[in-house]
């Protein structure tokens, strides 16, 4: 079944350790997206790419980093995790032209502590 | 900038009932797409709905359909004959309609979460 998948689904770890948090999508996507969702905030852009070998800031870009070196994958690093990043993750793709529209992986939940 | 607002954090309805959820949103853009995502336990975002703002057609999905209000720049979530598996937290967003900067940037609300009572 096509879709996106993101792994780990879930991660605890101690504050100042690198992470990097796995996205990949078999639709053939032009574009993807990082989200962190926290509550009472919704949904905010991390980092996105429009195509491969292309990435942009969101907004809320510090602390992250990503790379997009084919279509299919985008992880997303924290070079240096600290406790505010605690929240749960999400990959998104779209086509990038048309009647985009996003489609979501199952996230992944992450405590720094 | 765009911005999307939900004003009810968290709403009620009874199994079998009608609920409308709430969003309004800002823009000086006349092209772009508004969606409503749910977000059930499992944490999955699962698209409900779409919108094009250049349809005046409200968009229909089974037992899901909109209020498109283009000048009151309103969209409404209506869910009909409300089950208990409709429970979830519901996310309105906005996407312009030309690729800004390149991509289509969406700006999600803060989102509304729904209670199903049998």
């Known amino acids: 079944i096509a879709g996106i998948t993101q792994a780990p689904t879930s991660q605890i770890l101690a504050a100042g350790r690198r992470m990097t948090l796995r996205c990949t999508q078999d639709?053939?996507?032009?574009?993807m997206y990082w989200y962190r969702q926290d509550l009472g905030l919704g949904l905010r852009l991390i980092h996105y790419s429009n195509t491969a070998g292309t990435t942009g800031k969101g907004e809320v870009p510090d602390g992250y980093s990503v790379s997009r070196a084919n279509t299919d994958d985008f992880p997303l690093t924290l070079a240096s995790a600290v406790p505010s990043q605690t929240s749960v993750y999400f990959c998104a793709s779209s086509a990038g032209h048309g009647a985009d529209t996003q489609y979501f992986g199952p996230g992944t939940r992450l405590t720094v502590l | 900038a765009q911005t999307v607002t939900q004003s009810q954090p968290e709403m009620s309805v009874q199994e079998a009932e009608t609920v409308t959820l709430s969003c309004t949103y800002d823009?000086?853009?006349?092209?772009?797409?508004l969606f409503w995502y749910k977000q059930p336990p499992s944490r999955q975002m699962i698209l409900v709905i779409r919108q094009e703002a250049y349809k005046q057609q409200n968009a229909t999905e089974n037992r899901f359909s909109v209020n498109f209000q283009k000048a009151a720049k309103s969209f409404s979530l209506k869910i009909s004959d409300s089950q208990l598996g409709d429970a979830a937290m519901y996310f309105c967003?906005?996407?312009?309609?030309?690729?800004?900067?390149?991509?289509?940037?969406?700006?999600f609300g803060t989102g509304t979460r729904l209670k199903v009572l049998a």
């Open positions: 639709m053939r996507h032009n574009a």
């Open positions: 823009t000086s853009e006349s092209d772009y797409y």
């Open positions: 967003a906005y996407r312009s309609g030309g690729a800004l900067g390149g991509t289509y940037k969406y700006i």
